[in-house]
């Protein structure tokens, strides 16, 4: 298999196909916005003007769309991938969305002749641009097999969740409700230190040598004290999603999340305030009503 495409060229679609040039594949790509095309055909893709046109040029395709009604429509639509993709051609489904629309999308696929892999990953934008994110797969293990190459050529760390379409979105939810509440409270903990006049570079310190320090908490912390709200490559509303997919399932499950639930407040009232802002941005509303920021 020497032939890939990407739909979807943002921050992490343009990393899958930067690491899948990289890597010798060659890739077909195809975004709605002219300049992420342009940039992603000097690092040496192959623009599409449809994602048919990307299924005829593509063995495997990561569709790394924002949500389930876009999946669905580059997928199982009249111009979608299912209808002109090869026969024994994959699709991998790295975008988040919610477990019964990656169901849908599997049970619509069935006879189609393309297989499915529901792979959402985990890593963010350094993870994409890197090569190294994590995916959780679940398709048959046979399909697994047949696509590891490509699936090796994005990730460091590929982990075998189920065989059935949806079982690789439950596992991202799960992980989202962690990583959201770790989220929130290091918000909070930085609104703390900054009431109480600790210096940003010592609460860093601390908390990245410590029992609590995370690639996640201290990212945030990092870009909070550099006051890097915006351009990170973490925008609020992919968080914001993730988090609402997340307490959708709880809800059908019955299963209460509190504290995924108040990163979820937290990240609504970020998003309401700073729409084009960074994960990282909640803590300004924070900073606003205790009137402290906090600096490096």
């Known amino acids: ?32 916005d ?15 003007g449809s994602a048919a046109e990307v299924g005829a040029a593509s063995d495997a395709v990561f569709v790394m769309v ?24 994959t699709i991998l489904l790295t975008a988040t969305i919610k477990p019964r629309e990656a169901q849908e999308i599997g049970a619509a696929m ?11 990953v985990s890593g963010g934008f350094p993870g994409a641009q890197n090569g190294t994110l994590t995916m959780m797969a679940s398709a048959p293990a046979q399909v697994l097999d047949d696509n590891l190459a490509v699936m090796q050529a994005v990730s460091a760390n590929i982990h075998r969740v189920g065989e059935t379409a949806g079982a690789g979105q439950v596992v991202k939810a799960c992980l989202q409700s962690l990583i959201g509440s770790i989220f929130g409270a290091t918000f ?16 860093y310190d601390v908390f990245s040598t410590s029992s609590a320090g995370s690639g996640v908490t201290n990212s945030a912390l990092s870009n909070i004290i550099d006051r890097q709200f915006e351009g990170t490559g973490s925008g609020i509303g992919t968080m914001h999603k993730d988090l609402t997919i997340t307490l959708d399932m709880a809800e059908d499950l019955g299963v209460p999340l509190f504290m995924a639930g108040t990163a979820m407040q937290i990240f609504h009232q970020g998003k309401t305030k700073y729409p084009e802002g960074d994960n990282w941005v909640c803590t300004r509303i924070m900073e606003d009503i205790i009137g402290a920021e906090l600096h490096r």
């Open 110 to 120: 069935e006879g189609s002749g393309i297989h499915l892999i529901d792979s959402p």
């Open 66 to 89: 924002m949500n389930g009604d876009q999946a669905k429509s580059v997928i199982l639509g009249p111009e979608g991938l299912i209808s002109h993709m090869p026969k024994g051609g």
């Open 34 to 48: 002219a300049g992420r095309m342009a940039a992603f055909e000097a690092m040496g893709g192959h623009p599409a």
């Open 188 to 203: 909070e903990a930085a609104a703390l230190a900054a009431k109480a006049g600790v210096p940003g570079q010592v609460l």
């Open 1 to 32: 298999m020497t032939r890939a495409g990407v739909i979807g060229l943002g921050d992490m679609g343009s990393g899958l196909a930067k690491n899948l040039i990289a890597n010798g594949f060659q890739v077909t790509g195809l975004d709605l």
